[in-house]
Nanobody, 125 residues
Framework: QVRLMESGGGSVQAGGSMRLSCTSS???????MAWFRQPPGKEREAVAS???????TYADPVKGRFTIFRDNDKNTLDLQMTGLKPEDTGVYYC????????????????????WGQGTQVTVSS
């Protein structure tokens, strides 16, 4: 059984930075991992993914501002966020899938089986 738990959310002013962490129990280095977010009143959307060979994929709104990190030894997944904007506000979720996803699947939430409970990020203007 794979379990995920996010931490590091909170409130920050626009232009600030924040780092989210996701700790996993179970899983393997071969898994695909990702961050998603759900803005208020909107559907869940992709943020970034990373697969076992280290390939990173970012959603257009966060390219150049967010970086995804993976530590297979510690079984953690981090998201470093810089240049935060009010539109980055939402609940951020860590997700994991037990095999390497194909490139066109990596930002699709329905391709991930395991999810954390989410952590709130609020960016004020």
């Amino acid at each position: 059984q794979v379990r995920l738990m996010e931490s590091g959310g909170g409130s920050v002013q626009a232009g600030g930075s924040m780092r989210l962490s996701c700790t996993s129990s179970g899983g393997s280095w071969q898994d695909s991992m990702a961050w998603f977010r759900q803005p208020p009143g909107k559907e869940r959307e992709a943020v970034a993914s990373i697969v076992s060979d280290g390939t990173e994929t970012y959603a257009d709104p966060v390219k150049g501002r967010f970086t995804i990190f993976r530590d297979n030894d510690k079984n953690t997944l981090d998201l470093q966020m810089t240049g935060l904007k009010p539109e980055d506000t939402g609940v951020y979720y860590c997700a994991r899938e037990r095999y390497i996803l194909r490139p066109w699947e990596r930002l699709l939430p329905n391709k991930y089986e395991y999810w954390g409970q989410g952590t709130q990020v609020t960016v004020s203007s």
